[in-house]
Nanobody
Framework: QVQLVESGGGLVQPGGSLRLSCAASRNIESINVMGWDRQAPGKQRELVAVIRVGGSITYADSVKGRFTISRDNAKSTVYLQMNGLKPDDTAVYYC????????WGQGTQVTVSS
């Protein structure tokens, strides 16, 4: 079992940056895939980025070139660096960890508005 706690969300102006963190309750070296999803009001949850144990990464087309996912196994933490934020990035961002099961955090709100 893995418990995940996200942090780093908040209110930011368009063009600004935020870094989200996802702290896991146990060592993440053996977790095959960790990632971030988001859900905006009235919309379906969508994948933002995933990072695999071998280091390969997949981004949603909408965030390519602006967002960067990384993992620090020593700190059992996954990060999402978000630059060039747009109002369409406003959503609740959820961290997830995929082993035999998929585990989710409670989410952190990101609001992009002037």
């Amino acid at each position: 079992q893995v418990q995940l706690v996200e942090s780093g969300g908040g209110l930011v102006q368009p063009g600004g940056s935020l870094r989200l963190s996802c702290a896991a309750s146990r060592n993440i070296e053996s977790i095959n895939v960790m990632g971030w999803d988001r859900q905006a009001p009235g919309k379906q949850r969508e994948l933002v980025a995933v990072i695999r144990v071998g280091g390969s990464i997949t981004y949603a087309d909408s965030v390519k070139g602006r967002f960067t996912i990384s993992r620090d196994n020593a700190k059992s933490t996954v990060y999402l660096q978000m630059n060039g934020l747009k109002p369409d990035d406003t959503a609740v961002y959820y961290c997830n960890a995929m082993t035999m099961y998929t585990y989710w955090g409670q989410g952190t709100q990101v609001t992009v508005s002037s």
